[in-house]
């Protein structure tokens, strides 16, 4: 759907993690080309939606340290620094603070993630009301 109402969309993480499914909704960015063009892409945002990383869901031993990931994936508060005024920051909840986004940018000026939530669940109420009354 973003696609379609042309924006361009850019998916990074590990390589590991990425399912090629995707690139139909937009560009995968490996980490060698995220470093090299997250500051310019970064800049040019007018949203940066981060995901939450599924700890329980990865081998310790084959997955990265927190620390690690925010390093390299994670919205930082350098990077933020980076964004456009106006851009913002989103995240479906719950957000595992200092490692998708850095803990002071959650509540930040730019962030809409309690905005997200709340909306979240006005949405999951207006489904359940009408499959509960047979609505389609």
């Known amino acids: 759907m973003l696609k379609r109402l042309g924006a361009n969309v850019y998916f990074s993480g590990p390589k590991q993690w990425y399912d090629p499914t995707f690139d139909v909704y ?3 960015l490996p980490i060698d080309e995220l470093i090299s063009q997250m500051d310019v892409l970064i800049s040019q945002m007018d949203v940066l939606m981060m995901l939450r990383v599924q700890h329980e869901r990865h081998d310790p031993n084959e997955s990265f340290s927190k620390q690690e990931y925010h390093n390299k994936f994670g919205l930082t508060v350098e990077r933020a620094k980076k964004m456009k005024q106006q851009a913002i920051i989103m995240h ?9 986004i850095a803990d002071p940018l959650v509540e930040g000026l730019q962030s809409r993630i ?5 909306n979240g669940v006005y949405v999951r ?3 359940l009301e009408a499959v509960l009354q047979g609505k389609s």
């Not at 479906?92 to 998708?100: F, G, I």
């Not at 309690?114 to 709340?118: A, G, H, L, W």
């Open 26 to 28: 937009g560009k995968y």
């Open 92 to 100: 479906p909840a719950p957000v595992n603070r200092d490692v998708e």
């Open 114 to 118: 309690v905005r997200q939530m709340t």
């Open 125 to 127: 109420m207006a489904i």
